[in-house]
């Protein structure tokens, strides 16, 4: 059993799953909460859990983090990315220092991370960072050659700005 929020994981053998599902449910209920089984999904012995969907293993997210075939996983993050790519371009269009600051600590490395950590390095962190160093460069009004970015890239702590390159996590 693991979970975050109000995502949650149960594996094991179909029957124990079934077993802490129904457990889980009736605690919930005493706390004024439902399970909603429209939302949940099930892949193996799927007879067992009537109204859940039925997800492919190879085609599996588990809070987030893409499972399956590293082609899946790629397409997964790349998805991901590409609409993460669009926000931080739209960041170069807000003022200097909120722009920044959304970019830095919201949008850039820490939005990346949890996904190079679950699937390793795919081609569209190569993308995503290009966007970050080009709203960082609209941003600050500097034309960073690949010198000057790798000093910037560095951590507060090392005298950088701490936009860290995804590719190189």
Known sequence: LGGYLDTGIIGGPADD???LLDLLAAELLDLRLVVNIAKCEAFGDVALFPGMAHAEVTH???LGAPCGSPEFAAAYVARILARA???VRALACLSPHLGFTLLRY???YGLGVF???QVGLVPAFAVFDAAVRRSASELCGLDFDDGLWRRFALPLRLAGAGLRD???H
């Open 115 to 117: 996904y190079a950590r």
């Open 166 to 168: 995804l590719s190189r």
């Open 85 to 87: 790519t669009h926000k």
């Open 106 to 108: 919201c949008a850039s």
């Open 17 to 19: 799953v079934k077993a």
């Open 60 to 62: 599996l997210t588990l």
